[in-house]
């Protein structure tokens, strides 16, 4: 794992408080909000990024075994999101809702900027987010215990629930600052 700290000249990664991240967190509402923060951590902590992501919503279930949470399609350009098992925490554990969504879009766009291997993908995550969001902060609990976090959420007494629609929803406007990009 490489980490540099990137700057792009423009002053977009200077943060004289300390607390950019945290406040631009706490000031996200929807996904396009928090995507916006996990590729601006992305970009200025490792100077990686990629423009042009789609963000899809598709009911993949839940089983005994576990869930998906989410993936990226390995030379596609969407983030699939698992709609069945982001409904189920949204009503179980509802402040759980977003630092589950903010770890999944960190973790997947992680797999769009290169970091095909799992493990090392799953420990970037935490470092990521203990640096920038704090060390007990509830991503950071996510990205280092992310199954014993939600296994009891999804798993007991609930069983198989399966997909209803294997329609993808597509989210418009999830990539806002594409067009800021130059390649
Ligand atoms: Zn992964």
Request: overall charge negative; hydrophobic content about 40%.
């Amino acid at each position: 794992m490489t980490s540099t700290d990137a700057d792009n000249g423009d002053g977009m990664c200077e943060d004289p408080e300390g607390t950019r991240y945290l406040d631009d967190y706490n000031a996200a509402e929807s996904l396009p909000d928090m995507f916006e923060v996990v590729k601006d951590i992305v970009e200025c902590e490792l100077g990686r990024h990629r423009a042009g992501l789609m963000l899809g919503f598709v009911d993949l279930g839940i089983s005994h075994g576990g869930f998906v949470g989410a993936y990226f399609v390995v030379g596609g350009n969407a983030i699939v999101v698992n709609r069945t098992a982001l409904a189920a925490i949204r009503s179980r554990q509802p402040e759980l809702a977003k630092p589950y969504q903010f770890y999944l879009l960190l973790h997947e766009f992680l797999h769009a900027v290169g970091i095909l291997d799992e493990a090392e993908c799953r420990a970037t995550a935490a470092w990521l987010s203990a640096k920038t969001l704090g060390e007990n902060h509830d991503v950071t609990r996510i990205s280092r215990d992310f199954g014993a976090i939600f296994r009891n959420i999804i798993q007991p007494g609930y069983g198989y629930i399966p997909p209803e629609d294997t329609t993808m929803e597509i989210i418009s406007g999830f990539d806002r600052s594409s067009v800021n990009y130059i390649y």
